[in-house]
């Protein structure tokens, strides 16, 4: 494992963690430990109970999992390790049961023998019965589901020596208090106790008192200062549509040289192959590659021989160089002291630089407290769209020809040119295109339209807010990236899809997002059949699919946006005042699209309840 940290983080291999472990996280790319982990590892595995202050993304699973991990690996070789489970996660959710199940076991891919059950609510019994019957090491459950099986007596807990409870506040949010107190309390005192949690309210404290004996309390502080000088953005963005996003920012974004920071070493390679095969010059620099090659690599980015450098944060520290105009956090850092630095990459020598962050669902929260830490909103970004990508790459083209025109000798090729007109009686304009096609040796100039599909669908349904996706409509970034249209360009529809008008447009406050959430629930479309909007003063053209069923028909003649009903009909153009438009007063009435659900009244339910 290579020793390099960040100046005050030590190395894994110092946490005091077994060899199995180490190595496990050795070969899954990861350098340096995160704060949380260094903070409360070493506590951890010397059987202390710990209070940790941290939320998703810190890196707070494995945390927990190697220290449990490293005291398995030595019950087992002490012949200690029994059939029955030894730890128990509790987790507020399904998802996060599932997620810390399958990090637990990634965690203990080098120890023979560990088993991982995750067991929650909302799933049939059956398999979950067969698992607890084969007998697993590790269990990771929902409070709810966790109880029943107590008390149906498919779970022993006696023999639990590591209990951990993963995001507390929420489990007690979600109304598990009862279940969480009767779990600590009918398992063995000498447990350790691990406690996580994002918020200390005065029921966890209480709990941390109840249950934990002389715990270590962890937080990991941010400090705070970012340079007035960098912009700051952030995408939405599913994880495997990071790359296409990345391409098509550095496509349509002037940009000088950027850092792109990843989480693992392997990252960085996977990365910069990515961008390579995409036509940019860029390097992979990690903590394995030496010190003296990690020099050259940042000599080759000052001196401009590499654009990008894919980077982890071990081994970008210290890095200055003046062309870094761009710094993407592709990854989200695990901590706010990470991003502070990180972004000072660029912005250099009084410069101004831009920083833009990709968050995936999970990593709303981390958002916010990067937010909270700098002081600083970070403003959201929506990705190019298609039609962005391609009118950066005509105006590159055509940057290039005009380059060529004004600084090569070019007599010799126009002779070629206008001897293969005179002899083979075709229009110069054709030779020209055939020619821009060997440049592109069978490759397209443009982007295909479909490619907008994709990425949108891959960047919509997020929102800033802890809401669940489908409590919305699709959101008004996601939607911009249906095909803008040139201005007074006609609207015309793919194959199968026609164009339709709509009642309601830009002077009523609309915005795609709108047309499509209402649209796609009220006729039941999915987003992918709702294909370009173009939003004009009184009125807007949709493309929907060419046949719509009396039932759609139906339901969205009686569909409003802001209010308006949007008096759907076929589009015959030319595309004038909408005929029945009247000056929306939707700007007073704002509030409850049709898209929207109605705020439930009454007690809050938990979204998760297991049971
Ligand atoms: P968590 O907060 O446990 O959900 O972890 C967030 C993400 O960070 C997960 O994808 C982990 O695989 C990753 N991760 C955790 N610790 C490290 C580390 N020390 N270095 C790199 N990645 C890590």
Do not use: I, V
């Given at each position: 494992m290579t020793e390099t940290t960040q100046p005050d983080l030590p190395p894994?291999?110092?946490?005091?963690?077994s060899p199995h472990v180490l190595g496990t996280i050795e070969k899954m790319g990861y350098e340096t430990p995160s704060p949380i982990q260094a903070e409360t590892i070493p506590h951890l595995v010397a059987g202390r109970d710990v209070v940790g202050l941290a939320q998703t993304g810190t890196g707070k699973t494995a945390a927990f999992a190697l220290p449990a991990l490293t005291h398995m690996a030595e019950d087992h070789a002490a012949g200690?390790?029994?059939?029955?489970?030894n730890t128990l996660v509790l987790a507020p959710t399904r998802e996060l049961a599932i997620q810390v199940a399958e990090a637990f076991s990634s965690y203990s891919a080098q120890l023979e023998g560990i088993s991982v059950l995750p067991i929650y609510g909302g799933a049939p019994y059956g398999p979950q019965l067969q698992g607890l019957r084969r007998g697993a090491n590790v269990i990771v459950g929902t409070p709810g589901r966790v109880i029943d099986h107590m008390s149906k007596g498919s779970l022993d807990l006696s023999e639990v020596k590591h209990l951990i409870l993963d995001e507390a506040d929420e489990m007690l949010r979600m109304g598990f208090a009862e279940e969480v107190d009767k779990i600590l309390a009918q398992t063995p005192d000498n447990k350790q106790v691990a406690l996580f949690s994002a918020t200390m309210p005065k029921a966890i404290r209480r709990i941390s008192e109840d249950y934990l004996n002389d715990p270590v309390e962890v937080s990991v502080k941010a400090k705070t200062t970012t340079s007035a000088n960098i912009r700051q953005r952030f995408v939405f963005i599913k994880h495997h549509a990071k790359p296409e996003a990345l391409v098509r920012i550095l496509e349509t974004e002037p940009h000088d040289a950027a850092i792109v920071f990843v989480r693992t070493r392997s990252a960085t390679e996977e990365v910069a192959n990515k961008l390579t095969a995409r036509g940019f010059r860029a390097t992979a620099i990690n903590g394995d590659i030496p010190q003296n090659l990690r020099e050259k690599t940042v000599e080759s980015l000052k001196d401009g021989r590499i654009d990008l450098l894919v980077a982890t944060d071990v081994a970008a520290r210290g890095l200055d160089v003046e062309r870094i105009s761009h710094v993407f956090n592709y990854d989200i850092p695990l901590d706010t002291e990470s991003y502070v630095h990180r972004i000072g990459?660029?912005?250099?020598?009084?410069r101004s630089g831009e920083a833009i962050l990709f968050v995936t669902p999970r990593e709303r929260r981390m958002l916010r407290s990067i937010e909270k830490a700098t002081r600083q909103p970070v403003e959201q970004m929506n990705l190019p769209t298609v039609a962005d990508v391609n009118a950066s790459r005509l105006d590159r083209f055509s940057e290039r020809i005009t380059q060529t025109l004004a600084t090569e000798d070019l007599e010799d090729y126009r002779d070629l040119v206008t001897s293969y007109v005179a002899e083979h009686n075709t229009p110069a304009e054709d030779v020209a295109a055939a020619l821009v096609a060997v440049v592109h040796d069978g490759r397209p100039l443009l982007l295909d339209e479909k490619a907008e599909d994709e990425l949108a669908r891959a960047a919509q349904n997020f929102d800033r807010e802890d809401r669940t996706a489908r409590d919305r409509g699709p959101r008004d970034g996601a939607a911009r990236?249906?095909?803008?249209?040139?201005?007074?360009?006609p609207a015309v529809a793919g194959p199968g899809n026609a164009m339709y008008k709509i009642a309601v447009g830009r002077q009523a406050g609309v915005a795609p997002g709108h047309i499509v959430g209402a649209i796609a629930n009220e006729a039941g479309l999915s987003a992918r059949q709702i294909g370009s909007i173009d939003i004009r003063p009184t009125h807007s053209l949709v493309e929907l699919p060419e046949t719509l069923t009396k039932d759609q028909w139906a339901a969205l003649s009686k569909t409003r946006i802001g209010g308006e009903l949007i008096r759907l009909e076929r589009d015959s153009g030319p595309?004038?005042?909408?005929?029945?438009?009247?000056?929306?007063?939707a700007g007073k009435r704002r509030?409850?699209?049709?898209?929207d659900r109605p705020a439930k009244k009454g007690p809050k339910k938990p979204r998760w309840r297991d049971r």
């Open positions: 894994f291999s110092a946490l005091g963690l200690d390790l029994g059939p029955l489970p990459r660029t912005g250099r020598a009084g990236e249906r095909a803008p249209r040139a201005k007074g360009a595309h004038g005042t909408f005929s029945g438009g009247r000056k929306s007063d509030t409850g699209f049709d898209n």
